[in-house]
């Protein structure tokens, strides 16, 4: 099945500063690597995502990145903002004939000191 | 707000107990999942449904149980708690054809 690393599990960087969360995957069926944003207490939101045809996509501060042949996708935040404070996590999804399947990374908890 | 709704929003139970998690999932989702996130861990996956069917199987306790409704909606039953079982349980429903999820509040329950 499919398996997702994800690094670094923690990161502290200073308001202003870029944050990069990097993960990696296993199945090379996988398609579809969403990122979701957790506040302390609150539900995973989406907040990018890429489907494997596309190498880039942007959203104001946000960017995420994609290597199919090397398996690994990034996220990175720009002049981040103490709001951006949160755990961070990406995922993989398979899809294809009776197969659908989201795995998680284990997420990543950023900090952005003011 | 996602559009999945699920209750109650906060439980508390003693060990042994049974308790019932509810959701709906939302309008003219088929597929249901659900999650375990215990204090200071990641998205467990538990289980997930498509229109009424068991379609794939994470790390569910063979002491919980879930299923879909033709109305779509989800139950997640937990039995014999023990204190370990003191989580946060989301449950998330996607168009599946695209992959995305939609995350409901989540259900605190804990166990003393």
Avoid: M
Avoid at chain 2, 62 to 76: G, I, K, T, Y
């Amino acid at each position: 099945g499919e398996n997702v690393e994800q690094h670094p599990s923690t990161l502290s960087v200073q308001e202003g500063d870029s944050a990069v969360i990097k993960c990696t995957y296993s199945d090379s069926a996988s398609n579809y690597f969403p990122w979701y944003k957790q506040e302390l207490g609150k539900r995973p939101q989406l907040i990018i995502d890429i489907r494997s045809n596309v190498g880039e996509k942007k959203d104001q501060r946000i960017a995420v990145t994609l290597n199919k042949t090397a398996k690994h996708f990034s996220l990175h935040i720009t002049e981040t903002q103490p709001e951006d404070s949160a755990v961070y996590f990406c995922a993989a999804y398979t899809s294809g004939g009776s197969n659908y399947k989201l795995t998680f990374g284990k997420g990543t908890l950023l900090t952005v000191n003011p | 707000d996602s559009g999945v709704t699920q209750t109650p929003k906060h439980l508390i139970t003693a060990t042994g107990q049974r308790v019932t998690l509810r959701c709906s999932p939302r309008s003219g989702d088929l597929s249901v999942y659900w999650y375990q996130q215990s204090l200071d861990q990641g998205l467990q996956f538990l289980i997930q449904y498509y229109n009424g069917e068991e379609r794939a199987k994470g790390n569910i306790l063979e002491r919980f149980s879930a299923q879909q409704f033709p109305d779509l909606h989800s139950e997640l039953n937990l039995s014999s708690l023990e204190l370990g079982d003191s989580a946060l349980y989301f449950c998330a429903s996607s168009v599946e054809s695209t992959g995305e999820l939609f995350f409901g509040e989540g259900s605190r329950l804990t166990v003393l």
